[in-house]
């Protein structure tokens, strides 16, 4: 079940949300600064070419003012984007799976250092 839950994420969201991520992260890593949240950005876009399956722990006492910076300069953009696509995905039968994991995807988005896949 997981592979064609994976197969339709990746032909509807994965892929197009992964090479935005990837390309984000490359963006990212042209500043020293950026580097760490460009390394984060590279670890979701992989996460989320095949997220069924996969579980995701995060920690956010692990890097706390690394997860701040993050929040308020990308992470609450993120996540606000992937409930208004988990809802979206709702909508339709089909898509309620998808819609559950784009919920979760939330709660990597919005802080993810430390988290552990």
């Not at 996460?47 to 929040?71: C, R």
């Amino acid at each position: 079940m997981k592979t064609i839950a994976n197969i339709i994420w990746i032909i509807l969201a994965g892929l197009w949300l992964s090479i935005g991520y990837f390309l984000i992260g490359l963006l990212l890593c042209i500043t020293i600064i950026g580097i760490p949240f460009g390394v984060q950005c590279f670890k979701i876009g992989g996460f989320l070419l095949a997220p069924f399956g996969k579980t995701v722990k995060t920690h956010f006492e692990a890097h706390p003012i690394a997860n701040i910076l993050w929040l308020v300069l990308f992470g609450w953009e993120a996540a606000v984007s992937a409930i208004l696509a988990g809802i979206v995905l709702c909508l339709t039968i089909v898509g309620i799976p998808l819609g559950i994991k784009c919920f979760g995807l939330a709660a990597l988005v919005l802080i993810p250092f430390g988290a552990e896949f």
